[in-house]
C-alpha cells in the first residue's frame, strides 16, 4: 500500500534478477546452446526464470571450470557429487548450478517447450549451431571412430534428430545416423579436416 501512495514501481524477484546480473554475451549464448544439446540441463524455477546445470566426472573437472569461468558470473554453485550405477561402482564427480534469473529463462523455453516441458532440440537449431557451439556439444558427447571419423552419442525424440542433422548439414557438414531407439549415433562421414577446421 505505501509503494502505491508514494508511486513506487513493485519489482518480482524476477526484476531484481535483470537489474543484478547482465544480458547474456554471445559466447555465454553458445555455450549454453551447445550444451543443452549435450550433457547439461535446466530446471524452470518461476513462470520467468529458470537455471543451468551441468555434472561431470573427475577426470573432467578441467573441462567443467573451464564452462564455469565462461558463465561467469552467473555460477553459483560447485559441488562435488558422487553416483552408483547397477553393479555398485560408485563414480565421483563436479556439478556446476547457475543463480535462477530471467536471462536463462528463454533457453528453457527453447529446449523445454510447453506443454509438458520435455526436453527437445529447438525448431531454429540450424540457425543457432555456431562452430563454437558444436565444439561444446562434441566435448560433452562426442568421441572418435576406428576410421577416425567424428561420432556424437545421441539419445532423444526423431524430430529432434531430424533438427540435429540438418543444422550439421547447414554447417556444411554430411551427417550420417546410426542405432535405432534412443540409443543412437552421429558420424561425420570423411570430413575429418572440415570438422576440426569448424570446431577449432
Keep these: 500500500r505505501l509503494r502505491k501512495r508514494y508511486g513506487i514501481p513493485t519489482l518480482t524477484q524476477g526484476d531484481r ?27 524452470a524455477t518461476s513462470e520467468q526464470s529458470a537455471r ?23 555460477v553459483s554453485s560447485h559441488f562435488k557429487h558422487s553416483k552408483t550405477d547397477k553393479t555398485g561402482t560408485v563414480f565421483h564427480g563436479n556439478t556446476i ?20 516441458h520435455k526436453r527437445v532440440f529447438p525448431a531454429n537449431l540450424s540457425e543457432l549451431l555456431t562452430p563454437f557451439a558444436l565444439a561444446v556439444w562434441y566435448m560433452d558427447d562426442g ?20 533438427r540435429a542433422t540438418k543444422a550439421l548439414k547447414r554447417l556444411g557438414l554430411r551427417p550420417r ?24
Excluded at 546480473?21 to 540441463?41: E, H, M, N, R
Design 143 to 162: 568421441s572418435v571412430t576406428d576410421a577416425r571419423n567424428a561420432r556424437i552419442a545421441f539419445g532423444l525424440d526423431d524430430v529432434s534428430l531430424h
Design 52 to 74: 543451468f546445470l551441468e555434472g561431470h566426472c573427475i577426470q573432467q573437472t578441467e573441462y567443467l571450470d573451464w564452462k564455469a569461468s565462461l558463465l561467469s558470473p552467473f
Design 17 to 43: 534478477a535483470l537489474r543484478k546480473f547482465p544480458a547474456l554475451t554471445g559466447i555465454q549464448k553458445q555455450l549454453l546452446v551447445g550444451s543443452l544439446l549435450g550433457d547439461g540441463w535446466m530446471d
Design 97 to 116: 548450478t547457475t543463480v535462477s534469473c530471467p536471462q536463462f529463462r528463454p533457453f528453457f523455453d527453447l529446449f523445454y517447450p510447453a506443454p509438458g
Design 177 to 200: 545416423v546410426y542405432g535405432s531407439g534412443g540409443d543412437q549415433a552421429i558420424h561425420i562421414m570423411g570430413q575429418t579436416r572440415k570438422f576440426l577446421d569448424l570446431v577449432g
